[in-house]
């Protein structure tokens, strides 16, 4: 069975533009969270999304965002871009992640965005 | 608050070694902890998963271990092996009145390198 498949790859930005980023779950898996991990900061919670709905929002400013279409894919974006921004763009994605899930999360191998 | 230290920070041992890495939690209403390896540039691949009514967890060399009123785990890796070399990071899901949905709290890792 597909892993989570995260596009594009790689991504060179410039400050102030926009970004978005694509997550395909695993089929049958309903719950995607998005992770940025940085060098300084590690692995931070962006957000979770379940049924098109999002359910749970880390610490992050009005800039990110995203979405969950109706066969369960996400997409994040990022707008006016900074330097900051630079970092390894997680997707992951699980069942339905209930409250005090005893469910794995299984990740993409990320998306690494640049901002120059 | 939740937080999660690993140490050592990074270790280096050599193959055939027994090893332990530590993960400690200030916030002792978890509903599971997760370590999980990552390769350089990639994503996180899950190893094991404990749930807070458990006490351990193994899977192959790998043993894990769960003591939540010390806000503890370990991570034993038996005679190790230069393919072991990686990235590990502990995580746990804490719960908080209903918004933990996708949300896992990350260590900032621990880095293994096993040399022939």
């Known amino acids: 069975k597909a892993g989570v498949t995260q596009t594009p790859r790689y991504l060179i930005k410039t400050r102030g533009q926009q970004v978005t980023l694509s997550c395909s779950p695993i089929?049958?898996?309903?719950?995607v969270s998005w992770y940025q991990q940085t060098p300084g900061q590690g692995l931070q919670f962006l957000f979770e999304?379940?049924?098109?709905?999002?359910?749970n929002k880390g610490n992050f400013p009005g800039r990110f965002s995203g979405r969950q279409f109706s066969n369960s894919r996400s997409e994040m974006n990022v707008s006016t871009l900074e330097l900051g921004d630079s970092a390894l763009y997680l997707c992951?994605?699980?069942?339905?992640?209930?409250?005090?899930?005893?469910?794995?999360?299984?990740f993409g191998s990320g998306t690494q965005l640049s901002v120059l | 608050k939740q937080e999660v230290t690993q140490i050592p920070a990074a270790l280096s041992v050599p193959e055939g070694e027994n090893l332990v890495l530590n993960c400690s939690f200030t916030?002792?209403?978890?509903?599971?902890l997760q370590w999980f390896r990552q390769d350089p540039g990639k994503g996180l691949t899950s190893l094991l998963l404990?749930?807070?009514?458990?006490r351990e967890q193994t899977s192959g060399r790998l043993n894990a271990s769960l003591d939540k009123s010390s806000g503890r785990s370990t991570l034993y890796i038996a005679a190790s092996q230069p393919g072991d070399s990686a990235t590990y990071l502990c995580?746990?899901?804490?719960?908080?009145?209903?918004?933990?949905?996708?949300?896992?709290?990350f260590g900032q890792g621990t880095i293994l390198t096993v040399h022939p």
């Open positions: 916030d002792s209403a978890i509903y599971n």
């Open positions: 404990i749930q807070s009514s458990q």
């Open positions: 992951a994605s699980s069942l339905r992640w209930s409250d005090a899930t005893n469910e794995k999360l299984f």
């Open positions: 999304y379940f049924s098109e709905t999002q359910r």
């Open positions: 995580a746990v899901g804490t719960n908080a009145g209903g918004t933990s949905y996708g949300k896992l709290t």
């Open positions: 089929s049958g898996h309903r719950s």
